[in-house]
């Protein structure tokens, strides 16, 4: 079991509960306590009044401890602590989901002295608190509790395995190891005449490096100096690691949060009709008259299991009244902060003005991506193929590559949604493979931090001061996991949390 945080206020010793299922008619709803008087409230709603086998279902007729008026016959389980959820005494009651069974046994329990109800998230707050679980395990647990989507679901399930947390551990283990060597040289290098000789090379601690390729008969190499080549060797691993991890970093937050695609194109071109058929319901309104859709209208949708805000964007033309002209520079500046683009052309109009024009500023430009590589993603498709000739679409020398789509019949969405898996998984990650993404802004200023002070280690010619440096980017590790968190901090990660969990 993992070592207590120590959060202040964790744990009051006093015992909660809670309603621990969804609210409202039911089969079954699962009511728990936590806490040192879980025993005593479980032995005082059950008949026979001793406690059940530890982990196993007993069923149990609950009554008031009061009126001792029947409540109900429902199953109850005992998990003695710490070999609970919490790491404390916890019971549970399986009763019948009806409301006034449930309102009925929440009563009862909160006339058992020393119990009162729990606030928002407090059972997995005393689970931290009692090293069950690490903080990014936490947030892997509320990520999964608000998971609407196959990808959210297996990236949180990751966390929630505490892949994020191993990596931290086997990071700062690395650091503890490369202190350990620097902290020898402090303590050693005056005696043995070691330190004013690594000082010397090339005044930094990166200077260390090239000793590991010498020879061991050389005399002059000292043990000490084979142990700081060695660690010396594996922070500058970390660095790159930590590196690969942060320019990865906002595809774990758009999992998360949802990339934002979205959709453009000229008048007419079916946009709204697009937005509807992915988001399965009427988004936008749809009309043959120009320029309809005048604002951006967004939906939160499930795109081929990946989360999406899908914006439907006003048509991109000139000449219009000022209000759809505003709706074009709404539309433009979205167009700068999405994620992934759908350019929609009509297939049977490509040869006109508004086409071309789109074509040339706004395909043409996303697809060669800028300079630094770091461009946009886009997605051509030619809605309207039901009304292509029989020979389909004429081949043009100039057209890039596209999916032919009709909003209207459905024909050609299975190959867009395929599509769109792909693309929507370089965007936000594959959650099943690699190494477990960064989902958070918390994550990544802590990684960030760490990175910054293995910079002034590599970088100090003082001895001490590369130990400090090395301290203080094991610490930023640390407080990934939970270690060194400050109340404000765990109230912002535990706010989101239901009562109950």
Same mark, same amino acid.
């Given at each position: 079991?993992?070592?207590?945080?120590?959060v202040?206020?964790?744990?009051?010793?006093?015992?909660?509960?809670?309603l621990?299922?969804?609210q409202?008619?039911?089969?079954i709803?699962?009511?728990?306590?936590?806490?040192?008087?879980?025993?005593?409230a479980?032995?005082?709603l059950?008949? @026979?009044?001793?406690?059940? #086998?530890?982990?196993?279902?007993?069923?149990?007729?609950?009554?008031h401890?009061?009126?001792?008026?029947?409540? *109900?016959? %429902?199953l109850?389980?005992?998990? #003695?602590?710490?070999?609970?959820?919490?790491?404390?005494d916890?019971?549970?009651?399986?009763?019948?989901?009806? @409301?006034?069974?449930?309102?009925?046994?929440?009563?009862?329990?909160?006339?058992?002295?020393g119990?009162?109800?729990?606030? %928002?998230?407090?059972? /997995?707050r005393?689970?931290? %608190?009692?090293?069950?679980?690490?903080?990014?395990?936490?947030?892997?647990?509320? *990520?999964? +509790?608000?998971?609407? =989507?196959?990808a959210?679901?297996?990236?949180?399930?990751?966390?929630?395995?505490?892949?994020?947390g191993?990596?931290c551990?086997?990071?700062?283990? /690395?650091?503890?190891?490369?202190?350990?060597?620097v902290?020898?040289?402090?303590?050693? &290098?005056?005696? *043995?005449?070691l330190?004013?000789?690594?000082?010397?090379?090339g005044?930094?601690?990166?200077?260390?490096?090239?000793? $590991?390729?010498?020879?061991?008969?050389?005399?002059?190499?000292?043990?000490?100096?084979?142990? $700081?080549? =060695?660690?010396?060797?594996?922070?500058?691993?970390?660095?790159l690691?930590l590196?690969a991890?942060?320019r990865?970093?906002?595809?774990?937050?758009?999992?998360?949060?949802?990339?934002?695609?979205?959709?453009?194109? #000229?008048?007419?071109?079916?946009?709204?009709s697009l937005?509807?058929?992915?988001?399965?319901?009427?988004?936008?309104?749809?009309?043959?008259?120009?320029g =309809?859709?005048? !604002?951006?209208?967004?939906?939160p949708?499930?795109? $081929?299991?990946? @989360?999406a805000?899908l914006?439907?964007?006003?048509?991109?033309?000139?000449g219009?009244?000022?209000?759809?002209?505003?709706?074009v520079?709404?539309?433009?500046?979205?167009?700068?902060?999405? !994620?992934?683009?759908?350019?929609?052309?009509?297939?049977?109009?490509?040869?006109?003005?508004?086409?071309?024009?789109?074509?040339?500023?706004?395909?043409? #430009?996303t697809?060669?991506?800028?300079?630094?590589g770091?461009?946009?993603?886009?997605?051509?498709?030619?809605?309207?193929?039901?009304?292509?000739?029989?020979?389909?679409? !004429?081949p043009?020398?100039?057209?890039?590559?596209?999916?032919?789509?009709?909003?209207? =019949? &459905?024909?050609?969405? *299975?190959?867009?949604?395929?599509?769109?898996?792909?693309?929507?998984?370089?965007v936000?990650?594959?959650?099943? /493979?690699g190494?477990?993404?960064?989902?958070?802004?918390?994550?990544?200023?802590?990684?960030?931090?760490?990175?910054?002070?293995?910079?002034?280690?590599?970088?100090?010619?003082?001895?001490?001061? %590369?130990?400090?440096?090395?301290?203080?980017?094991?610490g930023?590790?640390?407080? +990934?996991?939970?270690?060194?968190?400050?109340?404000?901090?765990?109230?912002?990660?535990?706010?989101?949390?239901?009562?109950?969990?």
């Amino acid at each position: 079991m993992r070592q207590g945080s120590g959060v202040p206020g964790a744990s009051s010793g006093a015992t909660i509960f809670a309603l621990s299922s969804g609210q409202g008619r039911c089969g079954i709803a699962v009511i728990r306590t936590s806490g040192p008087a879980s025993g005593h409230a479980l032995r005082s709603l059950t008949a @026979p009044r001793d406690l059940p #086998p530890a982990r196993s279902a007993c069923l149990r007729l609950l009554s008031h401890p009061r009126s001792g008026e029947p409540l *109900d016959r %429902a199953l109850v389980l005992w998990f #003695p602590g710490p070999q609970s959820f919490t790491g404390e005494d916890c019971a549970e009651f399986h009763v019948h989901g009806g @409301p006034a069974v449930v309102s009925g046994v929440l009563q009862a329990l909160g006339s058992v002295p020393g119990l009162r109800p729990a606030e %928002a998230g407090e059972f /997995t707050r005393r689970a931290f %608190a009692h090293g069950k679980l690490s903080l990014t395990e936490v947030e892997g647990l509320a *990520d999964l +509790i608000h998971a609407e =989507t196959e990808a959210q679901r297996r990236q949180a399930l990751r966390q929630l395995d505490g892949e994020l947390g191993h990596l931290c551990h086997g990071w700062a283990k /690395t650091l503890t190891k490369a202190l350990a060597h620097v902290e020898a040289y402090i303590d050693f &290098g005056e005696d *043995d005449n070691l330190e004013e000789g690594v000082l010397e090379r090339g005044g930094s601690l990166k200077g260390w490096g090239h000793l $590991a390729s010498q020879p061991l008969e050389v005399p002059s190499l000292h043990p000490l100096h084979l142990l $700081a080549s =060695t660690a010396n060797s594996e922070v500058r691993e970390l660095e790159l690691a930590l590196g690969a991890h942060l320019r990865d970093a906002r595809r774990g937050q758009r999992l998360r949060s949802g990339a934002h695609v979205v959709v453009a194109g #000229p008048p007419n071109a079916g946009k709204s009709s697009l937005v509807n058929l992915l988001s399965r319901k009427p988004v936008s309104i749809v009309s043959p008259e120009p320029g =309809t859709t005048r !604002d951006v209208l967004e939906t939160p949708v499930d795109l $081929a299991g990946f @989360p999406a805000l899908l914006s439907d964007t006003a048509g991109l033309r000139e000449g219009a009244g000022p209000v759809e002209q505003e709706g074009v520079r709404r539309a433009r500046e979205r167009l700068e902060q999405a !994620d992934l683009i759908l350019a929609v052309l009509d297939a049977s109009e490509l040869a006109s003005p508004s086409s071309c024009n789109f074509l040339d500023t706004v395909v043409a #430009p996303t697809v060669a991506g800028s300079p630094s590589g770091d461009s946009q993603r886009l997605l051509l498709l030619l809605n309207k193929s039901d009304l292509l000739p029989p020979g389909g679409l !004429d081949p043009s020398p100039n057209l890039p590559p596209h999916l032919l789509l009709s909003c209207l =019949t &459905g024909e050609g969405l *299975d190959g867009l949604l395929e599509a769109l898996r792909k693309e929507l998984a370089e965007v936000c990650g594959d959650p099943s /493979t690699g190494p477990p993404l960064l989902t958070r802004a918390r994550h990544q200023h802590h990684l960030q931090g760490c990175l910054d002070a293995l910079g002034h280690y590599a970088k100090t010619r003082d001895l001490a001061l %590369a130990a400090e440096a090395l301290r203080l980017a094991r610490g930023h590790l640390a407080r +990934i996991t939970g270690g060194g968190g400050t109340e404000e901090i765990l109230d912002v990660i535990f706010r989101d949390f239901c009562v109950g969990k």
